[in-house]
Nanobody, 121 residues
Framework: QVYLRESGGGSVEPGGSLSLACGASGYIGPKFCMGWWRQSPGKERELIAT???????TYSPSVKGRFTISWANVSNTLRLQMNSLKPEDTGIYYC???????????????WGQGIQVTVSS
């Protein structure tokens, strides 16, 4: 079992920045993916950033160049730095990990409870 808990959400004006954190506990294993998903109002949940056990990262076109995913080994924390935020970034953000998979879309998958991010003037 892997336990994930997000923190750091909130409200920000367009153009602002927020940093999300996801504390992880439990056994993840040597082959894994960690990712951030976003569910915006009226839309399906979207995979926006991933980081795998090799250190490789991927980003959806909607956030590439503005968001940065990173992992802190010392604290077992997954982070998402979000800059130049837009109203369309509004949604619930979920932290997720997949064991035995490097795509975040297969394997044993575990989710955080989600955290709200609102971008509005």
């Amino acid at each position: 079992q892997v336990y994930l808990r997000e923190s750091g959400g909130g409200s920000v004006e367009p153009g602002g920045s927020l940093s999300l954190a996801c504390g992880a506990s439990g056994y993840i294993g040597p082959k894994f993916c960690m990712g951030w998903w976003r569910q915006s109002p009226g839309k399906e949940r979207e995979l926006i950033a991933t980081l795998d056990n090799s250190g490789s990262t991927t980003y959806s076109p909607s956030v590439k160049g503005r968001f940065t995913i990173s992992w802190a080994n010392v604290s077992n924390t997954l982070r998402l730095q979000m800059n130049s935020l837009k109203p369309e970034d509004t949604g619930i953000y979920y932290c997720q990990t997949s064991r035995f998979d490097m795509s975040c879309q297969a394997g044993d998958r575990f989710w955080g409870q989600g955290i709200q991010v609102t971008v509005s003037s």
